[in-house]
């Protein structure tokens, strides 16, 4: 996300942070510990569980010193930012696993605590897997994806052949690595809809923005067939991600006029249960928190007004995330 993204009032986060100072996003966060303008919560689909509809990124954290990244990872967690997804440093998420194991050595049971495996074969997923709780600190995880089942390496006749990682992630479930186990990625929705006639999951999390649709459409493809399943459904991606890549995580490739909208949007869609942002400091989560217990849907002539400015992004953005078929 940008720094420069505008609050409701036009005020950019820079000056958003500087007029208000540090001890607002600690006002956000003790008034939610309170009790008072909680995060609203939503029921993730089949696995029974209510969630915050707004989840923490942790990708960010991981590219920040671990002293910023453990004491943010608790402002989070103060202000009712309890679903927390992460990954290994190989997949773009720096040392974010590894900074969010000292927070949880004293907070598990608040979190709602999210992994991914990306490696087809299932023996290797099952290593990688203990290797993240391993870095947690933890025994188990609520939530483990098979994760960016849209990319090459993740060929269906792969991951869920006897050997492959859907498979293997039974097994994690079975044995207590897991509560509950999901398939994720940002491209093919086909392969999404191979996934709810091959695999028995839980959570489905797919890239899903304003010029997203325009380009994979997952929220009409894909979504209503899995909410039928009852299964969860998270969105990632709502500002675009960073533009740099992994090894630049700061910024959001969505203008910072269009991220409120975003946000609404996403948090608009009826199957929804959470929206994951990659939330990089203070000040940003301060405006998050504000965003969402300020939210309302977009009507149908604000989506109207946006339309033209979003599918021009999207033929700007083409197949930003990868192949679409």
Same mark, same amino acid.
């Given at each position: 996300?940008?720094?420069?993204?505008?609050?409701?009032?036009?005020?950019?986060?820079?000056?958003?942070?500087?007029?208000?100072?540090?001890?607002?996003? @600690?006002?956000?966060?003790?008034?939610?510990?309170?009790?008072?303008?909680?995060? $609203?919560?939503? +029921?993730?689909?089949?696995?029974?569980?209510?969630?915050?509809? !707004?989840?923490?990124?942790?990708?960010?954290?991981?590219?920040?010193?671990?002293?910023?990244?453990?004491?943010?990872?608790?402002?989070? *967690?103060? %202000?009712? +930012?309890?679903?927390? /997804?992460?990954?290994?440093?190989?997949?773009?998420?720096?040392?974010?696993?590894?900074?969010?194991?000292?927070?949880?050595?004293?907070?598990? =049971?608040?979190?709602?605590?999210?992994?991914?495996?990306?490696?087809?074969?299932?023996?290797?997923?099952?290593?990688? @897997?203990?290797?993240?709780?391993?870095?947690?600190?933890?025994?188990?995880?609520?939530?483990?994806?098979?994760? %960016?089942?849209? #990319?090459?390496?993740?060929?269906?006749?792969?991951?869920?052949?006897? /050997?492959?990682?859907? =498979?293997?992630?039974?097994?994690?479930?079975? #044995?207590?690595?897991?509560?509950?186990?999901?398939?994720?990625?940002?491209?093919? $929705?086909?392969?999404?809809?191979?996934?709810?006639?091959?695999?028995?999951? /839980?959570?489905?999390?797919?890239? +899903?923005?304003?010029?997203?649709?325009? *380009?994979?459409?997952?929220? %009409?493809?894909?979504?209503?067939?899995?909410?039928?399943?009852?299964?969860?459904?998270?969105?990632?991606?709502?500002?675009?991600?960073?533009?740099?890549?992994?090894?630049?995580? =700061?910024?959001?490739?969505?203008?910072? #006029?269009?991220?409120?909208?975003?946000?609404?949007?996403?948090?608009?869609?009826?199957?929804?249960?959470?929206?994951?942002?990659? *939330?990089?400091?203070?000040?940003?989560?301060?405006?998050?928190?504000?965003?969402?217990?300020?939210?309302?849907?977009?009507?149908?002539?604000?989506?109207?007004? !946006? /339309?033209?400015?979003?599918?021009?992004?999207?033929?700007?953005?083409?197949?930003?995330?990868?192949?679409?078929?």
């Amino acid at each position: 996300m940008s720094e420069h993204t505008q609050n409701p009032d036009g005020v950019s986060r820079r000056d958003f942070l500087a007029a208000a100072g540090a001890g607002t996003a @600690l006002a956000l966060a003790s008034t939610a510990a309170g009790g008072e303008a909680a995060l $609203p919560q939503k +029921v993730l689909g089949r696995t029974k569980v209510k969630v915050p509809v !707004l989840g923490l990124g942790t990708a960010p954290a991981g590219y920040r010193p671990e002293k910023e990244a453990v004491a943010f990872y608790h402002q989070c *967690i103060d %202000s009712g +930012v309890t679903y927390l /997804d992460t990954a290994p440093e190989f997949a773009g998420y720096g040392k974010a696993q590894v900074y969010l194991g000292h927070v949880l050595k004293e907070r598990r =049971k608040e979190a709602f605590l999210v992994t991914k495996c990306f490696e087809p074969d299932g023996e290797k997923a099952l290593q990688l @897997l203990k290797r993240n709780l391993a870095e947690l600190r933890v025994e188990q995880a609520d939530l483990v994806y098979a994760h %960016s089942i849209g #990319d090459d390496k993740m060929a269906p006749e792969k991951i869920y052949a006897e /050997d492959g990682v859907c =498979k293997a992630l039974e097994k994690a479930r079975r #044995d207590g690595l897991t509560r509950f186990v999901g398939v994720s990625g940002h491209c093919r $929705p086909g392969r999404f809809l191979k996934a709810l006639q091959e695999w028995d999951f /839980d959570v489905m999390m797919n890239a +899903v923005s304003l010029v997203a649709r325009h *380009i994979y459409d997952f929220e %009409s493809k894909v979504w209503p067939v899995a909410a039928k399943k009852n299964v969860g459904l998270a969105a990632m991606k709502v500002f675009g991600g960073a533009p740099g890549g992994a090894k630049k995580p =700061k910024g959001a490739r969505l203008p910072a #006029d269009l991220q409120q909208s975003a946000l609404r949007y996403a948090l608009g869609l009826p199957q929804v249960s959470v929206v994951v942002l990659g *939330i990089h400091d203070d000040a940003e989560l301060a405006q998050d928190l504000k965003w969402v217990r300020d939210f309302k849907p977009l009507s149908g002539d604000e989506r109207k007004d !946006l /339309d033209e400015t979003t599918r021009k992004l999207a033929r700007e953005w083409r197949a930003v995330y990868g192949p679409v078929a």
